[in-house]
């Protein structure tokens, strides 16, 4: 049985951010503060089950993951977290800059980079190390959640050894849109965010903070309770 409540680390635009904006519209719901928004005028006219299609992803906020969900291991305060968050942060460290895209990944559309960022990469494999030691142990029904046996032996090991398959070279930094949509359905939508994307004229993305987010129980939806920008070498 999973408990709670559970913790995550992520990257989240800017509050107020055209891309926080772009995100948390389309999502319908803004993890700052907590509340449901409206969808953009038309995106329900182009895609009428739009309330559908982008419910997953709702649930957990429109963020990118550096540290999976996580149950709090005993003995480790939220307090002690923030502590953990602001002292990761100010760590000076090189500031990943990506070419950000909307494009689908494993089935889902999302806002991901148009080449992978070495950069990026050691940003994420430092999070899901310097954070490992406030996870508790993933329960069996955790475990069999993540389908162990339909990943390859490599994800297969990293979810028994950080709680999460895809991090270290198995990482994709994305900041999901939607649930996974089948092959007639996914040009569609494709074709209508990449249209809304190409509105915010964003060339450039500097993945220049984190975020923790917390949910409070099963049916809760994940909001941030904390944000901090990184520090440049």
Known sequence: MTHFPRY???????QGSALDRFGTELLGHDAWIGMALPFPAGVVAQIPDWHELSADPRKYGFHATLKAPMVLADGKTENELRTACADFANAARAIPVITPTIDSISGFIAVIPRQRSPKLEQLAADCVRAFEGFRAPLTAEDRARRNPTKLSPRQAEYLD???????????????????????????????????????????????????????DDAKARFAIIGDWPLRAA
């Open 161 to 215: 050894r950080w709680g999460y398959p895809y991090v270290m070279e198995e990482f994709r930094f994305h900041l999901t849109l939607t649930g996974r949509l089948g092959d007639a359905r996914r040009e569609a939508v494709l074709a209508m965010l990449r249209e809304c994307f190409a509105r915010l004229h964003l060339e450039k993305l500097a993945v220049d903070r984190i975020a923790l987010f917390r949910q």
């Open 8 to 14: 995550a680390i992520y990257y989240a635009p800017a």
